[in-house]
């Protein structure tokens, strides 16, 4: 089963990096959905939430993005954002929940 | 007599205090540099997504943009300078300041107008003193800058590079860095950022795949109208972070310099301390012989 290669980068740092099931991403024209297999693509981004669904399972993860941009090519997924977002990988942290302090 | 111990002991004094100064500022330097470095590497994912879908547009779409396209209309050409905004880094601004000066004569010989635009107070107060001109300058940490101030150099220039004649507009955009090539090594470098020249960087293989056909949302205009200016922006942005890292690494040099010739003074000081001690007691020595002499006859 192909995966998706996924780079969420803002312009100082890597936000997430990994395999992926599936992107699901706020275009200007509408959310766009990226499967394995994508036609290649370069969209603009509105600012929203990009959602991944991580290869492995686990819980989704979701980037909130200001500007940028998406592109896809080969199965290989960019979302591209201009100002770093406060944004978090909230599913991660909060599904370990009462372990935290 | 030469110059008393005491003078000797008051010079050893200073130089051991100096000393410690050039070191701390060494140590500050070395720990420093290593985030610096970290920056740029956590940069460059970023550099890299942009660089590709830039030539993916390139490639796959014949829109020219205002930003790729020669002006002709004007022959002012804007110059970016990246220097320190502070002193004890050796040559490091002197190098970058004489690569700016070089590419303006060259500019000014193909009948170009300049406009400067400084980052770092050595920059400015380099240019306020030969009283020239500066367009904008933007000051205070040189050696941690953030993207915040990256995207306001770079919209300054894009809105300069776009405006009409009459207000101001340039024909060129010139950056003047300093390349950090290797701990020893920073190189001052001057590129041409716009108009953009785009490398098709993905040779169009023939025959046997057909190119992918890229779609573009909402249009290949759009996209680049959002992508290249964040492309800039993602290159002056690289651009101040090497001159960080650059002047990091001069400053520690020129530090370790500084304490390595400081030691070398305390040396030759402390030397000469002792011959100023030896001749004072020879003298007292000689005198009361002398004068033990002059009772006993």
Partial sequence: MAHLDVDVVAADRTIWSGEARMVSAPSVEGDVGILPGHTPMLAVLRPGTVRITPASGGEVVRATVEAGFLSVDGDRVTVVTDSAPTGDRAATPAGTGPAGH | ?297
Wanted: hydrophobic share 45%.
């Fill in chain 2, 1 to 297: 007599m030469a110059v008393s111990q005491r003078v000797y002991r008051q010079r050893i004094r200073s130089t051991q205090s100096l000393k410690k100064i050039f070191r701390a500022m060494e140590l500050i330097a070395a720990s420093r540099i290593a985030k610096a470095r970290g920056r740029v590497t956590a940069a460059t994912p970023y550099t890299a997504a942009l660089t590709r879908a830039v030539s993916a547009v390139a490639t796959h779409s014949d829109v020219s943009h205002p930003l790729t396209t020669e002006r002709t209309d004007t022959n002012r050409v804007a110059v970016l300078v990246a220097t320190a905004d502070r002193g004890m880094a050796g040559a490091y601004s002197a190098g970058v300041l004489r690569a700016g000066e070089r590419l303006i004569e060259d500019l000014r010989a193909e009948g170009k107008d300049v406009v400067l635009y400084a980052v770092g107070r050595r920059a400015v107060s380099y240019y306020a003193f030969r009283g020239r001109e500066v367009a904008g300058s933007w000051t205070g940490g040189s050696d941690a800058p953030t993207y915040e101030v990256a995207t306001e150099i770079a919209d300054t220039l894009l809105d300069a590079f776009g405006a009409p004649v009459e207000a101001g507009g340039v024909a060129e955009l010139h950056v003047v860095y300093t390349q950090f090539v290797s701990m020893v090594s920073q190189v001052p470098r001057v590129i041409r950022m716009l108009p953009l020249e785009v490398v098709e960087g993905v040779a169009p293989a023939e025959g046997t795949r057909a190119q992918p056909l890229y779609e573009f949302e909402p249009s290949p205009e759009a996209v680049l109208d959002a992508m290249l200016p964040q492309y800039i922006r993602s290159r002056i942005y690289t651009c101040l972070l090497q001159a960080a890292a650059s002047e990091l690494a001069a400053r520690q040099r020129a530090m370790q310099t500084a304490t390595d010739n400081a030691e070398e003074l305390i040396r030759t000081y402390t030397r000469q301390a002792n011959q100023a001690r030896q001749a004072e007691i020879t003298q007292e020595i000689s005198e009361i012989v002398s004068g033990a002499d002059a009772l006993a006859s």
